[in-house]
C-alpha cells in the first residue's frame, strides 16, 4: 500500500495519524518518504498523486493501492 | 473553535462555554496496478466538548484537543477499508520486569507505535540490569522502529541486542526488516521510474511498456524484494536495460542471490 498525496489544512497532523492507524492494523506502508528518496537518486521531483502504472508490474510487485486524502476543512 | 459562553436556563444558571471542531475529507483508493479507483469514502466529523460551571465561566476546551478528537474519528471511519490490506504479523516481545519493558509491552498492545518507541528507546539507553535484560531491551528497541517500518533504526538496534545475548528470534527479524527494506526501496523506484516514463501507446496484442529501466542494481533489489523469478524474467525480456555485465559484475549478481535463471536471461537480452 502506497501512502500518496494527503493535501489541505492539518495535512501533516492527519498524515501522520493515519500512517500510525495503517501500521497498528498490520498494514504494510510504502510512504512518500521512500519514494523521495528514490526520487533524489534518479534526480526527478515526485509529484503526488501519481498517475499512469502497469498492469505488468503491478503483478510483478504485487498488490499495491495508492491512497490519497483531500482535505477540505479542518 | 470556541463559541461564546451561554447562560443556561433555569436556576441556578450554568455557563457553558463549549468548543466544536470540524473536519472534512475526501480519501480516494486507486489499484496502481490498473489505474482505476477502488473507492472513494467521505471523512466527516464535528466533535464537541463542553466545560460548565456554575459560578463563574469555565475555561473552553482546547481547540488543539477537540481538533485531534476530530482528526480520530475521521481515521476510524478509513478502517473498513483496511481489511484487505491486512498482513499477518508475528513476532516475540520481551515483556521483562527488569528496564521496564512491561510497561512498553503495553503501549505495543494499545497500537501506539510512536509511545512505544520513544519507551523502547528510553528503556534500551538507560538500561544496565546485565547483559539479558539489555539484549531484551534492544531487542524490544528493534521491534518499535520494525513496526514503523524504520529498518535502518531496527536492524542497528537488533545488531545491538545480538552482541549482547543471543535472542533466537532477532535473526529472523533481522532478514525480515531487511526483505521489507529492500521491497519498500524496490517498489519507490517502480513509482519513480514509472512517473519518469513518457506516455506510450500500446495495441493489444503488443508487450507492456512500464518504462523501467533495468539495471543490475534494480534486479538485485527485486530479487531480495521476494519478487517472483518468472516475473522479473519476463520484465527483463520486454523493459529497457543497461545491464553490466562484466566478470565482476555477475560475481557480484551472484552474490547478491540473484538465481542463475534470471543471470541467464539478463545475458541473452544483452547479446
Sequence with gaps: MLLGSIAGPCSREFGDLLRQDLLAHGVAVVSDRELTSAAAEHHVQVSLPLSGASAELGRALGPTDLISVDISHC | ?271
Design chain 2, 1 to 271: 473553535m470556541p463559541l461564546q459562553p451561554t447562560l443556561g436556563s433555569g436556576l441556578p444558571a450554568t455557563h457553558i462555554s463549549r468548543t466544536e471542531g470540524h473536519f472534512l475529507a475526501t480519501l480516494h483508493v486507486a489499484d496502481l496496478a490498473t489505474g482505476t479507483a477502488v473507492a472513494t469514502v467521505t471523512l466527516h466529523a464535528d466533535p464537541a466538548r463542553q466545560n460548565e460551571a456554575q459560578t463563574a465561566v469555565p475555561e473552553h476546551p482546547a481547540p488543539s484537543e477537540v481538533e485531534d478528537i476530530a482528526r480520530r474519528q475521521a481515521i476510524d471511519q478509513t478502517r473498513r477499508l483496511y481489511s484487505q490490506w491486512k498482513e499477518n504479523q508475528e513476532f516475540a516481545y520481551m515483556d521483562d520486569k527488569e528496564c521496564n519493558l512491561r510497561q512498553s509491552w503495553d503501549l505495543l498492545k494499545a497500537g501506539n507505535y510512536s509511545g512505544l518507541l520513544r519507551a523502547a528507546r528510553a528503556n534500551a539507553e538507560s538500561c544496565h540490569a546485565g547483559p539479558k535484560a539489555e539484549a531484551a531491551a534492544w531487542y524490544d528497541l528493534g521491534i518499535a522502529h520494525m513496526l514503523l517500518q524504520h529498518y535502518e533504526g531496527a536492524l542497528t538496534a537488533f545488531d545491538r541486542s545480538q552482541k549482547l545475548h543471543d535472542i533466537r528470534e532477532a535473526s529472523d527479524l533481522v532478514d525480515r526488516c531487511k526483505r521489507d527494506k529492500a521491497f519498500a526501496e524496490a517498489l519507490a523506484h517502480q513509482v519513480v521510474t514509472w512517473m519518469q516514463a513518457e506516455p506510450k501507446t500500446t495495441t493489444a496484442t503488443a508487450e507492456v511498456e512500464t518504462g523501467i529501466i533495468f539495471d543490475d542494481d534494480l534486479v538485485i533489489r527485486l530479487v531480495q524484494g521476494n519478487v517472483e523469478d518468472a516475473d522479473i524474467v519476463k520484465l527483463i525480456a520486454t523493459q529497457p536495460n543497461r545491464f553490466a555485465l562484466s566478470p565482476d559484475d555477475l560475481a557480484k549478481l551472484r552474490d547478491a542471490g540473484v538465481p542463475e535463471a534470471i543471470v541467464n536471461a539478463m545475458l541473452a537480452r544483452k547479446r
